[in-house]
């Protein structure tokens, strides 16, 4: 890993995806390695960490995170919306190079049997929580994040840091048809209560 990638605290990695980026589902079982885009990622609890993925029973991603019970969530910056867009609408079922034909650069995650993609802003290393009905009936993966990483330039101090870096370094919102939107302008709210994730609101 480079020199800029720091750990977080898993407890603290809902913040990585709690803006709803479109993200990278990475994962490897038995030398077969993908990278697969997926904008419905969801931090789901705190202690212990959790998150969801949606991955549709077409996606070849999805048949190596359920043999192989591991994943890596990752958050692409703007520079990266070719890779993204690609890595999403092409697939290793019908194009065994798929990986080489986008360019896409992998490397080791401490501790995880599982690559991560070269130059996205945060990655989430998780181990499948299996739950069958779910997987089958609403395409529905869960995942404990065991440990979590982000780039310094992006995320720091337990934030991110979008107003003051380079704008390619901005995480990416899909819509559809190769249409991304940049994370935008943050907007502050002066004097706001502490909420803490899953407690009782409202």
Known sequence: MNEHIMPVEPAKAYRLINHGPATLVSARYNG???????????????????????????????ELIEKSRSFVIQVPVAAQASLVHFLGSHSLACEADKLTQSGVSLFALPGADVPGVSGCAAWLYCELIPEDHNQQAYDLFIGEIKAAWADSRAFKDGHWQFESGAADWRSLHYIAGGHFYATGEAVKVHDAPQLTPGAPQG
């Not at 990278?35 to 959790?50: E, H, I, N």
């Open 32 to 62: 077969t390695d993908n990278v697969m885009a997926a904008s419905w990622v969801c931090a789901l609890d705190y202690d212990p960490a959790r998150l969801t993925v949606v991955l549709d029973k077409t996606a070849y991603t999805r």
